[in-house]
Nanobody, 125 residues
């Protein structure tokens, strides 16, 4: 499986921007899709955006047009990194943002899900 480490969270003014980054390590060749979720206080974790190894992305309706996901998975560098550019952050933006990776390993193609520990994003008043 893979290990994920997020960075880039912090304090943001309403309407502000920031960029989150997530670096994968381990069996990165097994990753099929990487993405970002967030969990606001008292709410369930929700998908923000994800992107496949082939570059196909999808966004939740709540962030379309404001957030941009990108991925660098060049095999010759042995790296797989997914980034989330956040703009026009609204009140719903205060949350813990989690990096996620899904893939398959082994001859039996065992599916797995890996999560980062999360990075806190907080809107200032």
């Amino acid at each position: 499986q893979v290990q994920l480490v997020e960075s880039g969270g912090g304090l943001v003014q309403p309407g502000g921007s920031l960029r989150l980054s997530c670096a994968a390590s381990g069996r990165i060749s097994s990753i099929l899709v990487m993405g970002w979720y967030r969990q606001a206080p008292g709410k369930e974790r929700e998908l923000i955006a994800d992107i496949t190894s082939g570059g196909t992305w999808r966004y939740s309706d709540s962030v379309k047009g404001r957030f941009t996901i990108s991925r660098d998975n060049a095999r010759d560098t042995a790296k797989d990194t997914v980034k989330l550019q956040v703009t026009s952050l609204g009140p719903e933006g205060t949350a813990v943002y989690y990096c996620h990776a899904a893939g398959m390993v082994g001859a039996a193609l065992h599916e797995y899900d890996s999560w980062g520990e999360g990075t806190q994003v907080t809107l200032t008043s």
